[in-house]
């Protein structure tokens, strides 16, 4: 059985990959920053512990490997790192010592559309990362989800409020996924050696599905406005020009995404609808 390394084990999905990848059998290392990360990985045969972005702290961590799955990237810019310095350079840093230790294959989560978006903030740098990967002399694998069930709290933030906004006519669709969902597919797709895969949930919903799912989800009537489309344009350019990328990044990407149609092939068995009634029920939301 191959020995897997899973870095980035501590996010969202990061967690399910490595659930999926001891289900079946695997040996499996992740990367941790923190001494005290190490209890949440008890089921794990190794932990190794430092910050990619400091090279010579992880030096060494692929030794031994066979396969990488990197999940590593920021949505926030904080603590002083740029998307340049984590979705880039660290995914750099952890390349670079697979490559001196003849590590087999690399996958990387990048997203949906990442390779047409490039001159977003986020995009610019796991694209960047990619080119660097496609080069390497190793077996790549680069996995672009269409969105987590996560990302779509937004939508039931607002619907909290009892009402949804949208931008246009809320026709564009998407079909986000389940981060345990996604975890199968990325082992899949590794074990299958496919090179790149556009990954999606079960479920393709219009914007008006998802806004509609939301506001049911809480029992409120449904209350959806749609803002002319040059408004999310305009909030685009305002946040570049009076803004730093550390607060505009996460923003310029989310109104951006819900501008273009993304349709991925669909995977999975959790449903977006779900997700929202356990979400309310949890510690997350506050009836």
Known sequence: MKRVLVAGATGYLGQYLVKELKNRGYWVRVLVRKNSQINLFKQ???????????????????????????????????????????DYQGNLNLLQDALKNKVQSFQYISAINGDKLRNLKIFEAKEKFVDELKIANLNEVVIRPNGFFSD???????????????????????????????????????????????????????????????????????????????????????????????????????????????????????????????EINSNGFES
């Open 152 to 278: 779509m709290k937004d939508f039931l933030k607002m619907a909290q409020k009892g009402r949804v906004y949208l931008f246009g006519l809320g026709e564009l669709k998407l079909n986000p996924i389940h981060g345990k969902d996604l975890a199968k597919v990325c082992v899949d797709k590794m074990e299958e050696g496919v090179k790149e895969a556009i990954v999606g949930g079960p479920d393709l919903l219009s914007q008006n599905d998802i806004a509609t799912m939301a506001l049911e989800a809480w029992n409120k009537p449904i209350k959806i406005s749609h803002l002319p489309d040059w408004t999310r344009r305009f909030t685009i350019w305002l946040l570049r020009t009076f803004t730093r990328s550390k607060t505009y990044g996460p923003y310029e990407f989310f109104l951006s995404a819900m501008a273009i149609d993304n349709s991925a092939p669909q995977y999975g068995t959790h449903h977006l609808s779900d997700f929202f009634r356990k």
């Open 44 to 86: 794990c045969d190794d932990v190794f512990i430092g910050e990619v972005t400091n090279q010579s702290s992880i030096n060494g961590i692929t030794k031994d490997i066979d396969w990488v799955f990197s999940s590593i990237g920021i949505t926030r810019q904080k603590e002083g790192l740029t998307y340049m310095d984590v």
